[in-house]
């Protein structure tokens, strides 16, 4: 049976837990602080700060929480190093970057970015802003964005609901999508350099690099210095810029889809996009949600419970 396990703390197993507040079971296996049942998946989280998804749909709810780390990525001092961990001195190379943004939101799209940042730009970027997108309010990523898009070569690519929800019903899992994408924008970003090579290409991690790699066979892939790194936006800035770049792109798009919708929409999973899809439905019917959401959150279940 397919199974993701996440490690938590006790706010975020809390904040689980109220998303699936209306889908609780009334036992409780040894250990566990509680259980909950979706179509396709049963949820668990346990004392020990483990939180088990068991299911066909396991990887697709686990993936609602994409900022915890897998309980495999484990909490070892020092992590494995392997041929595809970043060099030392990468921070000061010419890298192109990869991320995404949106795999964790109910409403909006998934956009992934691959920019080239040179070594001689490195100090430019700082001076621009360029940091970890989390510590950037959106007005700073907006104007930053802009900066970049004029400065470093890019490739963006934005995965719309319909199409990705056409994906997900066909059997594509959400880290097959990024695997695709990641890949389709390296390639991109590579072909804007005109011959010139990176020194190493850099990918925030989201899976470990021989799934990634399984997930691309058959397609053309760059194996030669590409590296794989959790918070790999403190690693090198062309993973920062990336990110900031796919952030923008992820604020325009939810932006009209709020002008669609004629409400502002929400980002993230919690109770108020429940109540936000609620109201979509009643405003547009239920087959809207099709083009505004990921249709196999669990959130669409929890959303048509607000309008019993």
């Not at 809390?14 to 259980?35: E, M, N, R, V």
């Not at 088990?52 to 915890?68: D, N, R, T, V, Y």
């Not at 890949?183 to 690099?209: C, H, M, R, W, Y």
């Not at 790999?232 to 932006?255: K, T």
């Amino acid at each position: 049976m397919p199974q993701s396990v996440l490690k938590a703390t006790s706010e975020d197993i809390k904040k689980i837990k109220s998303l699936y507040a209306h889908h609780l079971t009334d036992t409780l296996p040894p250990g566990a602080l509680f259980q909950a049942k979706v179509p396709g998946c049963m949820i668990t989280a346990y004392q020990s700060g483990k939180v088990l998804f068991q299911g066909q749909k396991a990887e697709a709810e686990a993936s609602q929480f994409s900022h915890l780390k897998a309980a495999d990525a484990k909490s070892k001092k020092t992590p494995a190093v392997t041929k595809y961990s970043p060099p030392s001195g990468i921070a000061s190379m010419s890298v192109i970057g990869s991320d995404e943004v949106g795999t964790g939101d109910y409403f909006g799209p998934i956009t992934v970015c691959a920019a080239y940042v040179d070594s001689s730009q490195l100090a430019l970027m700082k001076e621009l802003g360029v940091k970890d997108s989390k510590g950037l309010k959106d007005p700073q990523i907006i104007n930053i964005a802009k900066d970049l898009i004029k400065t470093i070569p890019f490739s963006l690519l934005v995965l719309r609901n319909e199409k990705y929800n056409t994906m997900q019903e066909k059997g594509m899992s959400q880290g097959k999508m990024k695997a695709l994408l990641h890949n389709q924008v390296i390639t991109s970003a590579l072909e804007k350099l005109d011959g010139k090579q990176p020194e190493a290409i850099l990918i925030d991690q989201f899976a470990e690099p021989g799934i990634y790699f399984n997930h691309l066979a058959g397609k053309k892939v760059i194996r030669e210095r590409t590296y794989f790194s959790t918070k790999a936006e403190g690693v090198h800035l062309s993973v920062a810029a990336a990110s900031i770049i796919a952030r923008y792109a992820f604020l325009i798009e939810m932006d009209q889809l709020s002008k669609a919708a004629g409400f502002d929409i929400p980002k993230g999973a919690g109770p108020h996009v429940d109540k936000a899809a609620a109201r979509l439905i009643k405003l547009h019917g239920e087959d809207a949600l099709r083009q505004f959401t990921k249709l196999h959150f669990a959130n669409t279940q929890k959303a048509k419970k607000w309008l019993q």
